[in-house]
């Protein structure tokens, strides 16, 4: 037989070698590998819970809507000549609470307005008057004082005071400059812009309750979601509103505010 060459064995014997290496390891499995667990997740702060808007109080009965739109409130259903009644009713409030120097001039402007359209106002409340007498009869007084108590607490209400007083302050100086033949035409457009400043606090305060509701639904304990629930169905309101009452209703005995009729001037 032929002698095989050195460098052709020793290539064949390395080949057989890696054979019997490969059949070797190819039935064994290979060994486990430890994985670590993942971290623990990090623990996220829940957001602010929503706070009412202007320090108002956490549960305050808001007027609802009518069917026309407009908030159930004193200033529904009034006629033009009440109109003018109630803006100044609203005047009266601003000159009483609107103390901040900016709104100084309103108390002097109030009593301008009171003087200057002293034949005008009393006839309105004459005219008033007799409509709450022919509606109401020999109990007439009672309830128009309680609705004017009604009024007075509606303009006089904490969380929208600087709002009201930066428009009274800008109506009362138009109200003062005015013929009192314009007065009632005045006070029609006048009382809405007024009403707009509380109007504007009310839809705030309903997104407030609405974000609450949500934040306590994803982020309260069960004590908080039943304690929510109890004190959204017990909300009362706060000073204001007194909500209208039908024509006829029994209204409850109240003492209408002892309001001054001139007050003194802001220069005295």
């Not at 002097?108 to 106002?121: I, P, S, V």
């Not at 706060?238 to 001054?260: D, E, K, Y």
Request: overall charge positive; glycine content about 4%; aromatic content about 8%.
């Amino acid at each position: 037989m032929a002698r095989m060459a050195p460098s052709r064995a020793l290539l064949l014997a390395v080949t057989v070698s890696l054979t019997t290496l490969i059949s070797a390891c190819g039935g064994a499995k290979p060994a486990p590998v430890a994985v670590a667990p993942p971290p623990p997740p990090v623990p996220v702060a829940p957001p602010r819970m929503p706070t009412p808007p202007s320090n108002a109080v956490t549960a305050m009965a808001i007027p609802g809507l009518r069917a026309d739109g407009l908030r159930d409130t004193p200033m529904r259903d009034i006629d033009d000549n009440e109109k003018l009644w109630y803006f100044r009713a609203a005047f009266n409030v601003a000159a009483l609470n609107c103390q901040n120097a900016e709104h100084f001039r309103i108390a002097d402007d109030y009593n301008q307005f009171l003087k200057t359209h002293k034949r005008e106002l009393d006839r309105i409340n004459r005219t008033v008057e007799e409509k709450y007498r022919k509606r109401y009869g020999t109990g007439y007084a009672r309830i128009r004082d309680t609705e004017n108590t009604q009024v007075y607490n509606f303009f006089a209400f904490p969380p929208v005071k600087s709002d009201f007083c930066n428009a009274a302050l800008i109506l009362g100086q138009e109200a003062v400059a005015l013929p009192s033949k314009d007065l009632v035409a005045f006070s029609v457009r006048a009382l809405p812009t007024l009403e707009g400043v509380f109007d504007r606090f009310y839809a705030s305060y309903e997104s407030y309750q609405s974000d609450l509701q949500k934040w306590i639904a994803l982020y309260g304990s069960p004590e908080m979601r039943a304690a929510q629930a109890a004190q959204m169905g017990q909300a009362q309101p706060a000073i204001q509103p007194a909500l209208n009452t039908a024509p006829g209703a029994a209204t409850p005995a109240s003492n209408p505010p002892v309001l001054p009729t001139i007050l003194p001037s802001s220069g005295d």
